[in-house]
């Protein structure tokens, strides 16, 4: 077994053609024996996660990472049930997605292939090594993970349960490549493997993909945080924009397509503000306000330049009341995250104004900013959100895991059919 | 005027709203109104080219970077008409390139907007600043250039008159900003402005190209070099073989597209290969090949790896024989740059299994591989040809110069019609 992470990295790039090559149906099959390998394991898998959670315990580790860490009958019931479901996702594979014949007679086809060797590197959720794996797999992927060093056990089970699925398949397991060595230098020496890795996507807290993008020389695609917004416009719908505000900010406040702050017209505020302060108070939300907001409403704390740009990821709401449309675009440009901003309105010109205006991946008219998600976006599931704006923005499936390129059919047409040589100064 | 390079660069991407802004006629006429500027600059330019090209010439530059410098009325000219193809290219930004109704009737639309803003790094060409200028703002970007110092004096002429033209149609000049510092350090901390510059894209040798993606911490597409191959199946039709070979080795071969390597099935070796080194020679070729083909042709030096794994750039090719195409695609992935290569086949099996286990950018069946090129390949220009694996693989367009993104529309949707809060544990 090669002992050296560019060795396995490379052993995992000859991997890549063996995925690249399998048809759908391959793929499928794959994916499903390695959910019935880890459903098998499950035993296994679950005493890893004992240790991982007793020695997480011993570190004193937060409530929150141990939750995010711990795995029970039913989560690992959930992460093979979610490996079923992306095999029976499209796969995005030799898809055609356009094609075109030149005045030449050529045909120009763009199909899609996969990206080849992608590395996720996440924190402390074990689901992810499974999630994660099937996904780059189904897109024809190979894949390295590199979890967080808490949930090594965890990790090292699941991708033992799924290599299993891969070496039965006739499929070399080097195609999902787990890093258990944690080392932060081992981390930086894969994402500096710039001719085996295609991607790496990191997925975990702020500092960990600052981390990543500092030490990258391989592409990588980011998603740092949601500073959700909802703007309601002069011309909304007081009880359609409550309904927006109220699942925005309180369905699930810890996640990254929850609301931040709420932008309010001034002409809708005396009237929209104070019941919905009373509304979300009464479930548990603090506001944070601006100076006319706090005149609208008593005992509003200030919101500070802070508040403004802060994912509290928590029951809190930066509130502002702005004189126009463009001053809350302005807000947004500025204190904006580039995740998913959201504007209630019955004007469909203000509608459109707001969707051209604003440029983060996701924008929404009158619908909650939580469906900001590869599933509920209809992607089937994701792989992570991405906020750069290259290859991919917004939630990423499968798709996201290919690229276009060109494939041209001819009979033998040439460039220069006097075979003459060409004066080569001036560019090609 | 801003002096530092971080406020000019703020300055620019303050102005890429400007241009994100502005509709398809409003795009084409500035772009017309910058050809025309440029055109009545023409006999300032050619005086900073003569500077340019003095100091060139008094230090030593060679002959063939003398002529990448120089311009000309010819070449102005040629400019000049450049930019006005690109502004009657199709409008990437605002296309909607699917629509999706979900269960729950939001509507999800993908809809491409500007990337933001684009950085090019290149060397002497001074016409880069023209194009790439003309077919960033086409598709609703402002663009940073960084050109070679040799090149200043006409850069400096030509981004005069092309700023001048954005002034006189109301948009801020910064949307084009040419940085004239020509010190290395001040490349490198235009590269590391993550929080402004949204791709940068290297033209010219593979040293700069390196050191981009070196010194990048903002996402780069890089093309490092050309080493495109022509495989005579079993199955070719000789004579289509023939003229593949000498368009793609000798019409222009100091252009990337250009052919380096010849891979012939061993069926075909004793009938096609004398035949064709006798046509190369004539050309002016040298040959250097394998010993199976110096066997069948007189003087043929041996070819060495080091001949397998370069871009010429010149009349010289490798050639050699293999047993079959499993063993042509082996050695296309091994010495391959990823970027064009040529199958001549009567066989579609073969064809499809060449298609299917390249995974270069441009794979073509029976045509030259200098079609690899954005005009003929029907993307109107091109910036430059990505063989990164991300975003863009192959000749980009002005449409690789955006990104999809979703637009959601709803009648207040939302995802938890309950409002209760969801137990935060595992994910989004």
Redesign the interface.
């Known amino acids: 077994m090669p002992s050296s992470l560019r060795d396995k990295a490379l052993a995992c790039r000859d991997a890549a053609?063996s995925i690249?090559?399998l048809d759908t149906a391959a793929k499928r099959c794959l994916l499903l024996a390695m959910a019935t390998a880890l459903a098998a394991d499950a035993t296994l898998v679950l005493d890893a996660n004992a240790k991982d959670m007793a020695a997480a315990r011993a570190n004193g580790t937060s409530d929150a990472m141990l939750?995010?860490l711990r795995l029970d009958a039913s989560?690992i019931a959930?992460i093979v049930r979610a490996i079923r479901e992306v095999a029976t996702l499209p796969d995005p594979v030799g898809v055609t997605t356009r094609c075109?014949t030149?005045p030449n007679g050529?045909t120009?086809e763009r199909v899609r292939?996969p990206?080849?060797v992608i590395a996720m590197i996440y924190e402390a959720?074990p689901?992810v090594t499974a999630d994660a794996a099937a996904l780059c797999l189904m897109a024809g992927n190979a894949v390295i993970l590199r979890g967080g060093s808490d949930a090594m056990h965890s990790n090292i089970a699941i991708a033992t349960a799924l290599r299993r699925a891969l070496a039965a398949s006739g499929i070399p397991e080097a195609a999902l490549t787990l890093i258990d060595d944690p080392r932060r230098e081992t981390m930086v020496e894969l994402l500096q493997l710039?001719d085996i890795v295609?991607?790496a996507i990191p997925r975990g807290g702020e500092g960990l993909i600052r981390f990543v993008?500092?030490h990258a020389?391989v592409?990588?695609i980011k998603h740092y945080k949601g500073v959700c917004h909802l703007y309601v416009d002069r011309d909304a719908?007081p009880?359609?924009a409550l309904?927006?505000l109220?699942?925005?900010k309180?369905?699930?406040?810890?996640?990254?397509?929850a609301l931040e702050t709420l932008l309010v017209h001034k002409d809708m505020a005396s009237t929209f503000l104070p019941h919905a302060i009373e509304k979300l108070r009464r479930?548990?939300v603090e506001i944070r306000g601006d100076e006319v907001t706090r005149a609208l409403a008593d005992d509003v704390a200030p919101a500070s330049e802070d508040d403004y740009a802060a994912e509290f990821l928590d029951l809190i709401i930066a509130v502002r009341v702005v004189d126009t449309l463009d001053e809350a675009i302005a807000h947004i440009?500025r204190y904006g995250s580039d995740h998913t901003e959201v504007i209630a309105t019955r004007d469909p010109v203000a509608?459109d104004s707001f969707?051209?205006?604003i440029?983060?991946?996701?924008?929404?008219?009158?619908?909650?900013s939580?469906?900001?998600?590869g599933g509920?976006?209809?992607l089937g599931t994701e792989i992570g959100i991405s906020t750069?704006?290259?290859?991919?923005?917004?939630?990423m499936g499968a798709e996201s895991l290919t690229?276009?390129?060109?494939?041209?059919?001819?009979?033998?047409?040439?460039?220069?059919?006097a075979?003459?040589?060409?004066d080569?100064?001036?560019?090609?």
Chains 1, 2 share one sequence.
């Open positions: 053609s690249a090559s939750d995010r989560r959930g075109e030149r050529i120009v292939i990206l080849g959720r689901n710039t295609d991607l993008a500092e020389r592409p990588v719908d009880v359609l309904r927006l109220v699942d925005g309180t369905s699930r406040p810890g996640v990254c397509n479930l548990g440009r509608a969707v051209r205006a440029r983060s991946a996701v924008v929404m008219v009158n619908a909650s939580r469906f900001s998600d509920e976006l209809g750069t704006r290259l290859h991919a923005y917004g939630p690229v276009e390129r060109f494939v041209v059919r001819g009979e033998g047409q040439v460039r220069h059919p075979s003459e040589r060409v080569d100064a001036s560019g090609q």
